[in-house]
């Protein structure tokens, strides 16, 4: 993965002498290559119970909690990370999470809002989707980065369009 940064930061390094932190960073502008630690959040999951929102000709909005586990050594904080989600290779919708933050070999509980389209524009997918949900049955929904949504920043946007993950959507079972 590639990562561009900017801005204030802090580093915390480890060194013969123990851990050494560094505040007040000033970073102008910095690209910077991780190995493959970033392609772990392959692990998605929904917990099992989720709101739906609001429903009407526009489509359904969920508001469910995904579970995201970050086997890397980073941590990090993004203010908003939209996707877009897909099902049976037709797009149904978007994924939208603020105030991302993923601890470092952790789990973290995200609360999104999934802004599914009307059943009609999916030819089907989201009543699919809906119908696995309260049958019980776990499915997973592929998403991908949506850079372009509104109010996404321009610094993460190259990040976006790289991601492409899915989550498993466990089925209620009540």
Do not use: W
């Not at 009407?56 to 909005?61: C, E, L, Q």
């Not at 990370?81 to 105030?99: H, K």
């Not at 119908?131 to 993460?156: A, E, F, N």
Request: proline letters at 6%.
């Amino acid at each position: 993965a590639t990562i561009f940064a900017s801005g204030v930061g802090t580093a915390t390094v480890m060194t013969a002498m123990g851990e050494l932190t560094l505040t007040g960073v000033e970073v102008p502008g910095l690209t910077v290559l991780v190995p493959a630690a970033l392609d772990g959040f392959k692990h998605m999951k929904s917990e099992e119970v989720f709101d739906i929102v609001s429903a009407d000709a526009k489509g359904i909005t969920f508001n469910p909690v995904i579970l995201v586990e970050n086997p890397s050594i980073l941590s990090m904080f993004v203010p908003l990370m939209p996707t877009e989600a897909s099902l049976g290779g037709v797009d149904i919708g978007n994924v939208i999470a603020s105030n991302v933050a993923l601890t470092q070999g952790s789990t973290s509980a995200l609360t999104t809002m999934f802004n599914a389209l009307p059943d009609a524009q999916t030819g089907g997918r989201v009543a699919e989707m809906v119908s696995h949900y309260i049958s019980g049955v776990d499915y997973v929904l592929p998403t991908r980065g949506l850079p372009s949504y509104p109010g996404t920043l321009d610094v993460l946007k190259p990040s976006l369009e790289a991601v492409s993950t899915a989550c498993t959507i466990t089925g209620s079972s009540r």
